[in-house]
């Protein structure tokens, strides 16, 4: 299996930026495909963005399209999501999530779609 652990979240003022890590270790050899999800203060998780394994795939929230990136670096088995223009609205706890595919093209959009997470980071965004 595989662990995952955030980094890279904070207090920031609407309008700036943050860029979030999730380390992966333990079964990375094998192919995973990756997603960025978020949870805010009495709402569902709700998805943000997708990756697929070779990183040529991938998918974004409406809410966040043109504002986040997502991006891996296999060999240092770590996912990113850099975000601009950050908005109060943004605010949320943020998880990183993985599962193991078969294809290298594949990503997943629904948090039912990974087998693993992270413990989280918080990302607050102030007006």
């Known amino acids: 299996q595989v662990q995952l652990v955030e980094s890279g979240g904070g207090l920031v003022q609407a309008g700036g930026s943050l860029r979030l890590a999730c380390a992966a270790s333990?079964?990375?050899?094998?192919?995973?495909?990756m997603g960025w999800f978020r949870q805010a203060p009495g709402k569902e998780r709700e998805f943000v963005a997708a990756?697929?394994?070779?990183?040529?795939?991938?998918s974004y929230a409406d809410s966040v399209k043109g504002r986040f990136t997502i991006s891996r670096d296999n060999a240092k088995n770590t996912l990113y999501l850099q975000m601009n223009s950050l908005k109060p609205e943004d605010t949320a706890v943020y998880y990183c999530?993985?599962?193991?595919?078969?294809?290298?093209?594949?990503?997943?959009?629904?948090?039912?779609?990974?087998?693993?997470w992270g413990q989280g980071t918080q990302v607050t965004v102030s007006s």
């Open positions: 999530a993985a599962r193991y595919v078969n294809s290298g093209s594949s990503y997943y959009t629904t948090r039912y779609g990974y087998a693993y």
């Open positions: 333990g079964r990375t050899s094998s192919s995973y495909a």
């Open positions: 990756i697929s394994w070779s990183g040529g795939g991938t």
